[in-house]
């Protein structure tokens, strides 16, 4: 009896000191799915499969804790997700068009186009706009890489990453952390306040004194230059498809890059993050 309640009592340890993996996991896809999908319907599902994951974790195999776990949780995530990811094939090509075309004209423009400006380069009515916009949020499709066209499967970064990839993705990461870092301040006030904080963009439009459509433009172009810096460091052929060629709005592209490679080295940007891929304490 004694020895059934000392392990009852080890995987309520191990669960009460691994709830915070919980809470990084379901923010960590929050920030790359639209506002309505539930924060505590996540956390439930999350809560549970950790509690799983220390009933059936056996220790002599090698493998540390937050690994299994982490692999649990984001099954259980996806799981939440999977009935979430209705969004057709028509909605995924209108939203890929007005993408395009925001950066398109954002190209030419110099600065965020009104939603006029685009409906007019689309062809279409500003409602058009509005209504592509609105099915956009209620679908998963979104991430830091632009419209996903695949499904809720692709969301999801692959739990089950070697060294190798594990390594990467913890450089890459890194050269997130410091692209948002670079970012202009009201650029970077908006990230870190709309995917980090989970604060409402009627907050953040209050605190920046602007509407909260402009809060959702700012967000557009900080998601839009983060790609683009990304890629510039991380995978050139992509940037190079997207690149501004000449101009001032060239020009300021050129030193935020150039930003993002100077802040920090291999070393820094590993030192983020934990042997598990986890943030570590700043």
């Known amino acids: 009896m004694s020895g059934a309640l000392d392990a009852n009592r080890r995987r309520e340890d191990i669960v009460q000191k691994h709830m915070p993996l919980v809470g990084h996991l379901v923010r960590e896809m929050l920030a790359r799915v639209p506002a309505h999908v539930n924060r505590d319907d996540l956390m439930s599902a999350g809560y549970a499969a950790l509690v799983g994951a220390a009933r059936g974790f056996d220790d ?24 979430l990811d ?13 993408d ?9 423009l110099g600065r965020t186009p009104t939603v006029q400006e685009v409906a007019g380069r689309l062809g279409c009515t500003i409602e058009d706009i509005e209504s592509a916009d609105d099915d956009v949020q209620r679908a998963v499709v979104f991430s830091l890489q632009g419209f996903a066209t695949a499904g809720a499967e692709d969301i ?37 306040g709309y995917f980090f904080d989970e604060r409402p963009m009627a907050q953040i439009a209050v605190d920046l004194g ?10 557009a172009e900080a998601l839009g230059l983060l790609r683009d810096g990304l890629n510039t460091h991380l995978d050139p052929a992509l940037a ?6 000449e101009g001032c709005v060239a020009r300021r592209r050129a ?3 150039d930003q993002i490679g100077e802040r920090g080295s291999l070393r820094t ?6 042997p598990d891929g986890l943030p570590v304490a700043a």
Do not use: C, K, N
Not at 157 to 186: D, K, Q, V
Not at 210 to 219: G, K
Not at 269 to 274: C, P
């Open 60 to 83: 002599e195999r090698g493998v540390p804790f937050a690994r299994f776990a982490a692999a649990r949780v984001r099954g259980a995530l996806l799981d939440e997700l999977r009935g």
């Open 255 to 257: 030193a935020y890059y």
């Open 210 to 219: 602007v509407t909260e459509s402009r809060v959702s433009q700012l967000r």
């Open 269 to 274: 940007r590993l030192a983020m993050t934990g």
């Open 100 to 108: 395009a075309a925001r950066q398109e004209l954002t190209a030419e």
């Open 156 to 192: 999801v970064t692959e739990p089950s990453a070697g060294p190798e990839e594990m390594l990467i993705r913890r450089e890459r990461l890194g050269y997130l952390r410091h692209a948002i870092e670079a970012l202009p301040e009201r650029l970077r006030v908006v990230v870190q």
């Open 86 to 98: 209705w969004a057709s094939r028509s909605v995924r090509q209108r939203a890929r068009r007005t």
């Open 240 to 245: 190079a498809q997207s690149a501004v060629r």
